[in-house]
């Protein structure tokens, strides 16, 4: 039973974007298109931990049967959502600009893209691979760049998820962390009281740390300026 369970599991399909469509002879009521609009609506709301399926269905004034119709869980609606977010702003490609410039106008649209719908910025850290055809277009123009400056093979792969993590830890971390004023108060005054334990935190203001803008911008510019000098060692 055990293997039989783990052939299952491993040759299902998850992704909503590799399943096939259901077809009907008429359209029906409900879309995927508004099903995508009203969560998209019901988790900048209320989060993504408030999704369920009934409460999508009430929103959309349908009964949740009529949901899976399009849908077979959650999960599709997230992927649904996610590239949806993606697709708000058109990729913009300038094949006259250097591969510096244009990488750094995808990741700043992911960012901002994420961080006009904060719930999206935790689902990429699920198992399901972010593969919707908004995305796509712009991880297609980041790799195409990234082809142009020079990186192949492995070096592409590894370049691509370096600058990838970099947008989503920043975005993720921006989003999720709240710290009052006062915790960042007497926070830093426990590591100035523990000095000797924490010196370059107690000095440095830790704490105080939140200019994710240009903590943002600095990081990426370390990045490209590794990945260029990283070309140029490249036979």
């Known amino acids: 039973m055990g293997a039989a369970r783990g052939q299952r599991e491993g040759g299902e399909v998850r992704s909503v974007w590799l399943r096939p469509r259901r077809t009907s002879r008429g359209e029906p009521p409900l ?33 949740a049967p009529s949901l899976y119709w399009h849908v077979d869980t959650k999960d599709d609606v997230i992927d649904l959502a996610v590239d949806a977010i993606f697709g708000e702003v058109e990729p913009a490609t300038d094949a006259s600009a ?73 975005a993720a971390s921006e989003t999720a962390l709240h710290i009052t004023d006062e915790e960042r108060r007497v926070g830093q005054e426990q590591l100035r009281a523990n000095g000797d334990r924490y010196p370059t935190l107690a000095e440095r203001g830790y704490l105080y740390d939140d200019d994710w803008d240009g903590s943002f911008t600095t990081g990426l510019t370390f990045l490209l300026d590794g990945l260029a000098a990283q070309v140029k060692r490249t036979p």
């Open 31 to 63: 879309t995927r298109a508004r099903i995508v609009e009203a969560a998209v609506a019901l988790l900048d709301e209320e989060g993504i931990d408030r999704l369920t399926m009934r409460r999508l269905a009430e929103r959309l004034a349908v009964m």
């Open 98 to 170: 250097d591969w510096r410039t244009q990488v750094t106008t995808v990741l700043t649209a992911w960012r901002a893209a994420l961080l006009r719908h904060p719930w999206a910025a935790a689902v990429p850290a699920r198992r399901r691979p972010t593969i919707g055809p908004h995305f796509l277009a712009w991880m297609e123009i980041l790799q195409a760049t990234l082809v142009r400056a020079g990186f192949t093979d492995k070096d592409l792969s590894a370049a691509t998820w370096a600058l990838y993590n970099h947008v989503l830890g920043s």
